[in-house]
């Protein structure tokens, strides 16, 4: 059973940039980052195949971030770059075993990290 440890988040001013680390332990086929702002339904923001890199970004998000994996530490990273106010929500990280439209399905989520933008 896949655990996942998030960290990362924070407050940064339009503009800045933030990285968030997930930390998973256990056998996985794909991860991805997922938002949820307040009033608003969770979405996709970027997937990646476990080892095999990345397959979608949201399209509000393409050009400023970026997700990548350290196999060997079995953390997955989303660096955010050129951060916008509409970026502010609650970031979680997932593990699943299905990609379905390229974004991986995730079956566990971790706690979540929140991202504010100033």
């Known amino acids: 059973h896949v655990q996942l440890v998030e960290s990362g988040g924070g407050s940064v001013q339009a503009g800045g940039s933030l990285k968030l680390s997930c930390v998973a332990s256990?056998?996985?086929?794909?991860m991805g980052w997922f938002r949820q702002a307040t009033g608003k339904e969770r979405e996709g923001v970027a997937s990646?195949?476990?080892?095999?890199?990345?397959?979608y970004y949201a399209d509000s998000v393409k050009g400023r971030f970026s997700i990548s994996e350290d196999i060997d530490n079995g953390t997955v990273y989303l660096q955010m770059n050129a951060l916008k106010p509409e970026d502010t929500g609650m970031y979680y990280c997932a593990a699943g075993l299905t990609i379905y439209g390229g974004v991986c399905q995730g079956n566990t989520w971790g706690q979540g990290t929140q991202v504010t933008v100033s």
């Open positions: 256990g056998y996985t086929y794909c």
């Open positions: 990646l195949y476990a080892g095999g890199g990345a397959l």
